[in-house]
């Protein structure tokens, strides 16, 4: 007995312990859900509560989801109204329609995780899925309160459920084997979350990558800030919202078309009057419901046909429609609070006033590779039905350029919009560019021998600070390959 209890313990302490990344899964709902994961089991999580798991190495097929409306026995047995995984608080399988996803595939092809957010399966909660560890920080959100304007077909209780479960057709299930298609439903996902898939085929900006044995965090309700708590209980109305000292009437709105009002207001008694379309966009719940409530006989009882209100319930720097969908954006005091940067970004989504794009230009045919520094477009096309491509600063950097899709309903992809050679570092500087360091410096450190593993360096850190979606050195996977489904066109513009 005694060196069958010794020889594990022998075989334990020689044998490495298996890689494992680390899920912390944090509830900034106002209300109580329960989380599930599979792998992983379920956690009823109230308000602020969190929950961490480890999964293995190697996992495939893995989902992270939140569960509403539930109730369970002392024994764990129960029902949930949203994302119920066989009526148990420990899940050992997928949960059932409605449900935001969070799904990856852990230290796959390439060494990467790959991992995104998925609406094929409908929406019960908003939530984000970001990694935290190894030097990676982008991923994917759902910030929007889908529930708010789902499409009366596909409302049931507690979510916004998929068009597949719903009517059951080819059109909306793609059977396997064969090709899908966007259509009126999976357009109305993608425009309230764009970084999510909206049908099996939407390789869109979709899918994200980072190191093996990454750790990730998934936040119900992301878009819950101080801001939107402090305002939970106001009254969606003018008092309400200036604390009682707000008198603006309807008549003002008319006559004078540029004094202060609600949204809701500002787009029933003016907007609407000159516009055929018109985006809402508020990241508290109940002031949209008021404007949606406000707005439905303007809309719906017999007025102009071609008139369409859409409703965003999301935060204004998640919100990320397609550049120059705008002819007006009208904007409220509240756009002051927004960081630099995302108010630069915002307001590019405008129009240009005026402007003519009419250039003349001579092409000469290059057989090989440039010269660096020069700032690299890079694509391999149809691998395993999927287009990868990127923005590489590897080789320095000469003029900005966004590298975005044209086709298959795949609309996004990287972009190095700034200007790198205003702020070079002296010692990168080069007659017109911004050199890389290995060819300045020519050592292991910087260049990266084939074989051996790299690391940001002061330098590197400079280029992803001017352009966080472009590779910064060779082992820089944080958010920076996309995909779209072979056969795509792409579009590259200089100085975009």
């Known amino acids: 007995m005694a060196t069958q209890t010794t020889l594990p313990l022998l075989l334990l302490a020689l044998v490495p312990l298996a890689a494992a990344s680390t899920f912390n899964v944090v509830n900034r709902c106002s209300y109580t859900v329960w989380g599930a994961a599979s792998?992983?089991?379920?956690?009823?999580?109230?308000?602020?509560?969190?929950?961490?798991?480890?999964?293995?190495?190697?996992?495939?097929?893995?989902?992270v989801w939140a569960?509403?409306?539930?109730?369970?026995?002392?024994?764990?047995?129960?029902?949930?109204?949203?994302?119920?995984?066989?009526?148990?608080?420990?899940?050992?399988?997928?949960?059932?329609?409605?449900?935001?996803?969070?799904?990856?595939?852990?230290?796959?092809?390439?060494?990467?995780?790959?991992?995104?957010?998925?609406?094929?399966?409908?929406?019960?909660?908003?939530?984000?899925?970001?990694?935290?560890?190894?030097?990676?920080?982008?991923?994917?959100?759902?910030?929007?309160?889908?529930?708010?304007?789902?499409?009366?077909?596909?409302?049931?209780?507690?979510?916004?459920?998929?068009?597949c479960t719903i009517f059951g057709t080819p059109e909306y299930c793609c059977p396997s084997?064969?090709?899908?298609?966007?259509?009126?439903?999976?357009?109305?996902?993608?425009?309230?979350?764009?970084?999510?898939?909206?049908?099996?085929?939407?390789?869109?900006?979709?899918?994200?990558?980072?190191p093996g044995n990454t750790n990730y965090q998934v936040v119900f309700c992301p878009q819950i800030t101080d801001t939107t708590i402090s305002i939970a209980g106001v009254e969606a109305s003018v008092d309400g919202v200036l604390g009682g000292y707000g008198c603006v009437h309807d008549a003002d709105v008319k006559g004078s078309e540029d004094c202060g009002s609600g949204i809701g207001r500002m787009t029933k008694n003016l907007l609407?009057?000159?516009?055929?379309?018109?985006?809402?966009?508020?990241?508290?719940?109940?002031?949209?419901?008021?404007?949606?409530?406000?707005?439905?006989?303007?809309?719906?009882?017999?007025?102009?046909a071609h008139k369409a209100v859409n409703f965003y319930c999301i935060p204004l720097q998640d919100f990320t429609p397609e550049a120059g969908r705008y002819d007006v954006i009208w904007v409220q005091w509240c756009i002051g609070q927004l960081p630099d940067d995302d108010f630069v970004a915002f307001f590019k989504h405008a129009k240009p006033k005026c402007g003519n794009c009419n250039r003349r230009t001579r092409r000469q045919k290059c057989t090989g590779y440039g010269q660096d520094p020069n700032t690299l477009a890079e694509y391999s096309l149809d691998q395993w039905g999927l287009d990868y491509f990127d923005?590489?600063?590897?080789?320095?950097?000469?003029?900005?350029?966004?590298?975005?899709?044209?086709?298959?309903?795949?609309?996004?992809?990287?972009?190095?919009?700034?200007?790198?050679?205003?702020?070079?570092?002296?010692p990168l500087q080069v007659p017109g560019g911004c050199n890389n360091p290995c060819t300045i410096f020519g050592t292991p450190e910087y260049c990266c021998p084939s074989g051996s593993s790299c690391n940001p360096t002061q330098y590197s850190k400079y280029f992803k600070s001017q352009c966080p979606q472009a590779f910064s050195y060779p082992d820089d996977h944080d958010g920076t390959t996309f995909t779209c489904p072979g056969n795509t066109n792409y579009q590259v513009v200089f100085c975009p």
Request: charged fraction near 10%.
């Open 272 to 304: 609407i009057r000159y516009f055929n379309e018109v985006d809402l966009v508020e990241p508290v719940s109940h002031f949209l419901e008021a404007a949606h409530e406000s707005l439905a006989p303007t809309i719906d009882a017999g007025g102009d």
């Open 391 to 426: 923005i590489s600063l590897v080789a320095g950097f000469n003029v900005p350029l966004s590298f975005t899709p044209t086709s298959n309903g795949c609309t996004s992809g990287p972009s190095c919009a700034a200007n790198i050679n205003a702020n070079c570092p002296p």
């Open 67 to 163: 569960r509403t409306g539930c109730s369970f026995d002392s024994n764990g047995n129960g029902h949930c109204q949203t994302g119920d995984c066989g009526g148990v608080l420990a899940c050992t399988g997928y949960g059932q329609n409605p449900n935001t996803l969070a799904e990856y595939a852990l230290n796959q092809s390439g060494g990467l995780d790959y991992f995104d957010i998925s609406l094929v399966a409908g929406f019960n909660v908003p939530l984000s899925f970001k990694p935290t560890s190894n030097g990676c920080t982008s991923g994917p959100s759902c910030a929007a309160d889908i529930n708010v304007s789902c499409p009366a077909a596909l409302r049931v209780p507690g979510g916004c459920d998929d068009p």
């Open 39 to 63: 792998p992983g089991g379920g956690a009823q999580l109230n308000p602020g509560q969190s929950w961490t798991f480890n999964v293995a190495d190697g996992t495939t097929g893995g989902r």
């Open 177 to 210: 084997g064969s090709s899908c298609n966007p259509t009126g439903y999976s357009e109305f996902f993608k425009g309230q979350c764009p970084q999510a898939f909206s049908y099996p085929d939407d390789y869109a900006g979709t899918t994200f990558t980072c």
